[in-house]
C-alpha cells in the first residue's frame, strides 16, 4: 500500500505551516502591489477615482523589517478610526508579512468575506492572515498599484 493512503493526514500542513504560509503569500503580494522594499518612511495614498482611497503608512523601517499601516480613507463611525486597517509587520530577510492587528469594516466584510471570531491565538493569526491576503487580492483587483501610489507627506513638506 503506498504511503499516501496510509498516511493521508501527513500531506497536509500543519495549522503552523498553513499560516507561515500565508505570512509568504502575503509579504509578495504586498512586494508586487506597491514595491515595499523601496517605499520610504511617510504616507501614501493609491487613488482609483472610484471615492475609496487607500492609505498605505511606512511608520518604521529598521534592517530586515518594515512596519506598515493599510486602510481605506473613511473612518467608522463607531470607533473614530480608519476601518478597515490593518497593522503589518514586514519580515525583508524571510520574505514574510505578519498581521499585527486588523480592524474589518462590513463594507470590506460584504466584499471580501467575513473575520468569524477566534478561539485561540494561532487561529485568530490565520484568519487575519487570511482576510488580509483576500483584501490584498480584491485591491490587486480593483487596480491599486505602485503606478497608483502618491506620497502625501512630501506633497505636505514641498508646501
Known sequence: MSVVLEHPASLLPSRFAWLMGLYAENYHRLARLFATERLALGRYR??????????????ERHRYTLDLRLSYAFVDAATGEPAPSAQLRVYQDAHMAEVLDLCADRRLVRAIGPLHPARSLLQRRVRMSSF???????????GHSVGTLERLDLAVAAG
Open 46 to 59: 493609491s487613488s482609483l477615482d472610484d471615492g475609496l482611497d487607500l492609505h498605505l503608512d511606512v511608520l
Open 132 to 142: 488580509l491576503n483576500r483584501w490584498l487580492e480584491y485591491l490587486a483587483e480593483q
